[in-house]
């Protein structure tokens, strides 16, 4: 089978919008996914049996059942249920990031847990009630710490994005389905989606190991 050049360049232009949008519903989800994490994973640790509890059954829920079928609950379950339609784009979101939110909250409960206790204790000793010394002394501690595993989510959820393309909704594997569909050129275009999932993929890469580089010479100094 030969390789039609012509036919990957005349379709990166579109391959790349759909790339765009794939960025956009990763970006949102981890952003979704962070603030419900963060909370969520300092219940995980919290005193109180019952938010333990509710954190737990949410990680565990989420993190047991695969991505397509929260995919498939948020878009056409939901409806049933509300009697409402649901747009795509929000079920993307909403399945997206409720699942990062939890994996994140595991890296954030970790990422709290490996500070020294004596850090609570002095910031208690200090006046300051637990939340605040969550606030000001423990997560700032940790946000270094957990960098790396949350680049390794993004990274994870933009590949996993792809799934939205189940419920119709055009982002780069589903560009690529649609081109395909138009001119049956498998081979070119599935080389071309690889290629782009793999240029993103690997910046992110390079980015979060500037992070992590930033944070641990801020900690030095």
Known sequence: MNFNLDLAINSFPLLLIG???????????????????LFVGIARISHLKVLRALAAVYVDFFR?????????????????????????????????????????????????????????????????SWGQTMRYIIIPQATSRVIPPLGNEFIALLKDSSLVSVIGFEELTRRGQLIIAKT??????WISVAIIYLVMTLTISRFVAYLEKRFKTNDKH
């Open 64 to 128: 047991g059942t695969p991505l397509l079928v929260q995919l498939f609950l948020f878009y056409f379950a939901l409806p049933a249920i509300t009697g409402q339609r649901v747009d795509p784009f929000v079920a993307a979101i909403g399945a997206c990031g409720i699942n990062s939110g939890a994996y994140v909250a595991e890296i954030f409960r970790a990422g709290i847990q490996s500070i020294d206790a004596g850090q609570m204790e002095a910031g208690r000793s200090l006046g300051m």
């Open 184 to 189: 049956y050129g498998s081979l070119e275009i």
């Open 19 to 37: 790339a765009g949008v794939t960025i956009q519903i990763t970006a949102l989800s981890v952003a979704l996914g962070i603030v419900i994490g």
